[in-house]
């Protein structure tokens, strides 16, 4: 069964170093999706993705976070300067095209822990 | 905005006992509903899905859920949770318009089923 799949799984960082975590959809899917997760708070969204480009984000997303899918495969988002607040689970899902009524599947998830 | 509300933080039940989570949302439009399951260590996973149709709908593992619009309802039901069923359950709503379809989830709650 197709999976969605990120690295690492988890990546500890100091603070203001930029991360890149890694995420590969299931493949024949056309809608990205990055969520995360603070330690002990409701998984928020961060940003959705769609013909190579952002189609929605949160205010969460800020000038500091991006996202690219580089080669077709790939899904990746960016910190450029990461804060401690920054420390979550990041979870990747990708969703299929059948119009708005398919199923987000979701990776494993990213750890992040900026020291 | 949207928002999703679950009641129950942490449920403790014994095994062949009857299961009922609850969940709210908030929302002006037409919604989708769902619920996702996180076993221990894993990813989350799509447990069943409302869009239209019967209100009653059936999911994996013997899970059902029940839209409600008049109480802005999607409640989770089992009739006899086993063991297995110990992880943690996450009610999300999004909109039915508009193509992204980003996920507003719920804080999530946590199940213990007793051996």
């Known amino acids: 069964e197709p999976e969605v799949t990120q690295t690492p799984s988890h990546q500890v960082t100091q603070m203001g170093q930029e991360v890149i975590l890694r995420c590969v959809p299931i493949?024949?899917?056309?809608?990205f999706y990055w969520y995360r997760q603070i330690l002990g708070q409701k998984v928020e969204f961060l940003v959705s993705?769609?013909?190579?480009?952002?189609?929605?984000k949160s205010e969460i997303f800020d000038d500091q976070f991006s996202v690219e899918r580089p080669d077709g495969s790939n899904f990746t988002l960016k910190i450029r300067s990461t804060k401690l607040e920054d420390s979550a689970m990041y979870f990747c899902?990708?969703?299929?095209?059948?119009?708005?009524?398919?199923?987000?599947?979701f990776g494993p998830g990213t750890r992040l822990t900026v020291l | 905005a949207q928002s999703v509300s679950q009641h129950n933080h942490h449920v403790i039940l014994s095994e062949a006992a009857s299961l009922e989570l609850g969940c709210n949302y908030s929302?002006?439009?037409?919604?989708?509903l769902f619920w996702y399951v996180q076993y221990p260590g894993q990813h989350l996973q799509l447990l069943l899905k409302?869009?239209?149709?019967?209100?009653l709908v059936k999911g994996i593992k013997g899970f059902e859920a029940e839209f409600i619009k008049s109480k802005f309802s999607f409640n989770l039901r089992k009739p006899s949770v086993q063991w297995s069923d110990t992880a943690e359950y996450f009610c999300?709503?999004?909109?039915?318009?508009?193509?992204?379809?980003?996920?507003?989830f719920g804080s999530g709650t946590q199940l213990t089923v007793l051996p």
């Open positions: 493949s024949n899917h056309l809608y």
């Open positions: 999300a709503v999004t909109s039915s318009s508009g193509s992204a379809r980003q996920l507003t």
């Open positions: 993705f769609y013909n190579n480009e952002i189609s929605e």
């Open positions: 409302y869009f239209s149709g019967d209100p």
């Open positions: 929302y002006g439009g037409t919604v989708n």
């Open positions: 899902a990708s969703r299929g095209a059948s119009g708005g009524a398919g199923e987000q599947f």
